[in-house]
């Protein structure tokens, strides 16, 4: 049983920052890839960048120098940090576990939360 709770979204003015943190249930984090995801109004949801269990991350091109995903196997955590925010990154973020056990892989999604950014 995993559960995800995602945090830290909120108002940001263009150029601002802001840190938006995943915390996760259960014992299969450490083992896991962890992904951040973004769905804005009448788009598609789409990945904003990941990070597998050996640390190794991948950026969506439109976030790349912009944005840092981490993680704290110890605290069972994902942060996403999102420096020169714009408009365009206004969006609900979603943070989402993937793991391999039983008969293959298994999504877990966390409820999002909303980032604005405007003037």
């Known amino acids: 049983q995993v559960q995800l709770v995602e945090s830290g979204g909120g108002l940001v003015q263009p150029g601002g920052s802001l840190r938006l943190s995943c915390a996760a249930s259960?014992?299969?984090?450490?083992?896991?890839?962890m992904g951040w995801f973004r769905q804005a109004p009448g788009k598609q949801r789409e990945l904003v960048a990941s990070?597998?269990?050996?640390?190794?991350?991948k950026y969506a091109d439109s976030v790349k120098g912009r944005f840092i995903v981490s993680r704290d196997d110890a605290k069972n955590t994902v942060d996403l940090q999102m420096n020169s925010l714009k408009p365009e990154d206004t969006a609900v973020y979603y943070c989402?576990?993937?793991?391999?056990?039983?008969?293959?892989?298994?999504?877990?999604w966390g409820q999002g939360t909303q980032v604005t950014v405007s003037s």
């Open positions: 990070i597998t269990s050996g640390g190794s991350t």
């Open positions: 259960g014992s299969m984090f450490s083992i896991s890839t």
């Open positions: 989402k576990q993937r793991s391999l056990y039983g008969i293959g892989l298994h999504d877990y």
